[in-house]
C-alpha cells in the first residue's frame, strides 16, 4: 500500500495494527478481520490501521486500562454484542478479571441503563462460558 498522501505509511500501519489486535484479541480478533473478506475487506484493513494500529498503539494507557474503556463504551452502547463478547476476551487477553469485568458492566447500569448492562451480563456469560469460566 505504502505511502498516502499524507505521508503516513499504511503498511506499517497495518502491520502494527495487525500485531496488537492480534495480541489482545487473538482469534476472536482475526474472525472478524476474516468475516469481511467477502463483503467489505477495506473495512477490515481500517479496522486494523486506526483503531489498532493508530489508537490502541498510543503511549499513555496500558492495554488493560484500553480494554476496560472498551468493554464499558461497547456496554453502554447496548446494541454493539458480538463487538463486546471480542473485546471482553480481550480484556481476559491482557489481564483483566472476569470480576473486574462484570464490575464494569454493573458500573454502566448508572449511565446507560439497566438493558445495556444486562445485555453486557449476558455476552460476559457467553464469554467466560467459552472459555471455561463458569459453566454453561
Known amino acids: 500500500m505504502g505511502i498516502n498522501s499524507v505521508g503516513i505509511d499504511n503498511d506499517e500501519r497495518f502491520e502494527r495494527g495487525w ?3 492480534r495480541e489482545i484479541d487473538g482469534e476472536a480478533g482475526e474472525r472478524v478481520i476474516e468475516s469481511l473478506k467477502d463483503i467489505a475487506p477495506d473495512l477490515g484493513r481500517y479496522t486494523i490501521e486506526f483503531p489498532f494500529g493508530d489508537v490502541y498503539s498510543r503511549p499513555g494507557l496500558d492495554l488493560r486500562s484500553r480494554e476496560i474503556a472498551t468493554v464499558a463504551a461497547l456496554t453502554a452502547l447496548g446494541n454493539a454484542a458480538p463487538q463486546l463478547k471480542v ?3 480481550g480484556a481476559l487477553n491482557v ?3 472476569s470480576q473486574e469485568i462484570v464490575e464494569v458492566i454493573i458500573q454502566m447500569a448508572v449511565y446507560a441503563g439497566f438493558p445495556a448492562a444486562l445485555n453486557g451480563a449476558t455476552a460476559a456469560r457467553e464469554v467466560f462460558a467459552e472459555r471455561g469460566l463458569i459453566e454453561a
Open 87 to 89: 473485546h471482553i476476551h
Open 95 to 97: 489481564g483483566c478479571t
Open 19 to 21: 500485531e496488537k489486535l
